[in-house]
């Protein structure tokens, strides 16, 4: 990977006090499983392969973060995968990627708990809200309903709602308006 430019890396590093070193800088990925991006030897590499070959050379093998957190690119928190050990995965029984233990309560049984299910749709819906809504609106059934005279002035007009007795014609509202009004100071 070449001459390690650590000044360069550590630009777009952001340290945590649990030591996770988090990646601030590009990032690639399909929203599930995404990783940094660095730019080095003229093409991009993985930010947290990229550490870990400078600080401990060329793995053999596929890397696995032992934190869970997919943007860590601290190299004491990659270790090199065993060919039986699930990547990419959250691997502890029992417990959801977040840290939450599974209860009777917070289990869903797909392996996420009820926090991060609801947060899961809410940054969905952020990032879709425009498609979201035309779906919904698609799916709303359109009652029309039959032309009817105005019970006031008996122009014909075509009425949004069953119970409408009346047509939305501003001179036809005045005429109510100023009647229901003389009836009120009478």
Same mark, same amino acid.
């Given at each position: 990977?070449?001459?390690?430019?650590?000044?360069?890396?550590?630009?777009?590093?952001?340290?945590?006090?649990?030591?996770?070193?988090?990646?601030?800088?590009?990032?690639?990925?399909?929203?599930?499983?995404?990783?940094?991006?660095?730019?080095?030897?003229?093409?991009?590499?993985?930010?947290?392969?990229?550490?870990?070959?400078? /600080?401990?050379?060329?793995?053999?093998?596929?890397?696995?973060?032992?934190?869970?957190?997919?943007?860590?690119?601290?190299?004491?928190?990659?270790?090199?995968?065993?060919?039986?050990?699930?990547?990419?995965?959250?691997?502890?029984?029992?417990?959801?990627?977040?840290?939450?233990?599974?209860?009777? /309560?917070?289990?869903?049984?797909?392996?996420?708990?009820?926090?991060?299910?609801?947060?899961?749709?809410?940054?969905?819906?952020?990032?879709?809200?425009?498609?979201?809504?035309?779906?919904?609106?698609?799916?709303?059934?359109?009652?029309?309903?039959?032309?009817?005279?105005?019970?006031?002035?008996?122009?014909?007009?075509?009425?949004?709602?069953?119970?409408?007795?009346?047509?939305?014609?501003?001179?036809?509202?005045?005429?109510?308006?100023?009647?229901?009004?003389?009836?009120?100071?009478?």
């Amino acid at each position: 990977m070449g001459t390690p430019d650590w000044a360069r890396f550590l630009k777009y590093v952001e340290k945590q006090e649990n030591g996770c070193w988090l990646w601030i800088g590009a990032i690639r990925g399909n929203g599930r499983n995404e990783y940094g991006a660095f730019w080095v030897n003229g093409r991009t590499q993985r930010s947290h392969i990229v550490s870990y070959v400078w /600080t401990y050379g060329e793995p053999n093998c596929d890397l696995h973060h032992i934190c869970e957190q997919s943007l860590c690119v601290n190299p004491e928190h990659v270790t090199p995968a065993s060919s039986g050990q699930p990547r990419h995965r959250h691997v502890i029984p029992g417990m959801c990627k977040c840290g939450l233990p599974f209860s009777g /309560t917070n289990n869903r049984g797909d392996g996420i708990c009820h926090p991060c299910a609801t947060e899961r749709t809410r940054r969905y819906l952020d990032a879709n809200r425009d498609a979201v809504n035309a779906k919904r609106r698609a799916q709303r059934e359109h009652i029309v309903y039959d032309p009817r005279p105005c019970l006031w002035c008996g122009t014909t007009y075509q009425p949004m709602r069953s119970d409408s007795r009346y047509c939305t014609e501003r001179a036809c509202i005045n005429d109510r308006q100023r009647a229901n009004r003389n009836k009120r100071l009478a």
